[in-house]
């Protein structure tokens, strides 16, 4: 089971949260895609992003290009480094929203 947090699920809905990878202002919570659950399962919360419905379907393979235009084979699902880039983008929102801290 994954931890859940709806404050980090809500996030996107505020104002001054835009997509990491493109700054497109509608964005939803984005979760890393996790290779040990099945469909339609999760991974934990805090590996996420906000993304808009373009990028996050670039992110699941469902789409070939992110909005910007990136492109790999198989979409986002094997571009690794693109998913290192957003993952860290969002640990950042994260950290910028205090809904997580490094003591």
């Not at 699920?9 to 939803?28: F, I, S, T």
């Amino acid at each position: 089971m994954s931890q859940v947090n709806k404050k980090i699920r809500n996030l996107p809905r505020e104002p001054d949260v835009v997509c990491v990878n493109c700054g497109h202002p509608d964005a939803v919570w984005a979760h890393d895609p996790y290779h040990d659950a099945g469909m339609g399962q999760k991974c934990d919360d805090i590996f996420g992003a906000p993304l808009c419905t373009w990028c996050h379907d670039y992110r699941d393979g469902r789409q070939l290009t992110d909005r910007r235009g990136h492109s790999c084979i198989q979409g986002g699902q094997n571009d690794w480094e693109w998913r290192y880039r957003v993952l860290r983008e969002g640990i950042k929102v994260l950290m910028d929203k205090n809904l997580l801290a490094v003591k």
